[in-house]
T-cell receptor, first 108, second 112 residues
Framework: GIQVEQSPPDLILQEGANSTLRCNFS?????LQWFHQNPWGQLINLFY???GTKQNGRLSATTVATERYSLLYISSSQTTDSGVYFC??????????FGKGTMLLVSP | DAGVTQSPTHLIKTRGQQVTLRCSPK?????VSWYQQALGQGPQFIFQ???????QRGNFPDRFSGHQFPNYSSELNVNALLLGDSALYLC???????????FGPGTRLTVT
């Protein structure tokens, strides 16, 4: 099956810093989503981005489908950005394969 | 617009027992998928239901079964619980022709 690798596995930032999270995937996909999992386990949709670039406030994402990677940018990080960020891909069956996530801790 | 809902929030069961988890999809969605998330891992796909039938299945044993009702809500059943079944169980829904999936808040199952 398709493989999804996320890096880095852990990231510690000071409030106000910028960061880039990376997601590599092993095959072509119909769908790529970025999620933020809060401490209670809820997966919050950040981006649906099978290709191209999108921005939502301090967050933006870019997927280069031909090179099989996606990047999530977080600018001016806040303590509320802390949590686990997941990349998930769908090779075409309306099911998602997740990476292992990046654990982000933003300290004040 | 109601999002995906799941019940119960938490559940504690004993090894060997059976459990049923419930999910109602987001309004307008007709396809429901279930995922298991062990501690420190990403969610893993269990199975997907569409038109009251199992359409896709991940690498999970037959102890995991499900059902979808005419109103698109779904149940996940796990028989003969093992300690390793302790996890967060997530339900996701999607509409026909859509690509973006939405997740419920999850049910945290502890098997003792």
């Amino acid at each position: 099956g398709i493989q999804v690798e996320q890096s880095p596995p852990d990231l510690i930032l000071q409030e106000g810093a910028n960061s880039t999270l990376r997601c590599n995937f092993s095959d072509s996909v119909n769908n790529l989503q970025w999620f933020h999992q809060n401490p209670w386990g809820q997966l919050i949709n950040l981006f649906y981005i099978p290709s191209g670039t999108k921005q939502n406030g301090r967050l933006s994402a870019t997927t280069v489908a031909t090179e099989r990677y996606s990047l999530l940018y977080i600018s001016s990080s806040q303590t509320t950005d802390s949590g686990v960020y997941f990349c998930a891909v769908d090779p075409g069956y309306s099911t998602l394969t997740f990476g292992k996530g990046t654990m982000l801790l933003v300290s004040p | 617009d109601a999002g995906v809902t799941q019940s119960p929030t938490h559940l504690i069961k004993t090894r060997g027992q059976q459990v049923t988890l419930r999910c109602s999809p987001k309004s307008g969605h007709d396809t429901v998928s279930w995922y298991q998330q062990a501690l420190g891992q990403g969610p893993q796909f269990i199975f997907q239901y569409y038109e009251e039938e199992e359409r896709q299945r991940g690498n999970f044993p037959d102890r995991f079964s499900g059902h979808q009702f005419p109103n698109y809500s779904s149940e996940l059943n796990v028989n003969a619980l093992l300690l390793g079944d302790s996890a967060l169980y997530l339900c996701a829904s999607i509409g026909t022709g859509d690509y973006e999936q939405y997740f419920g808040p999850g049910t945290r199952l502890t098997v003792t």
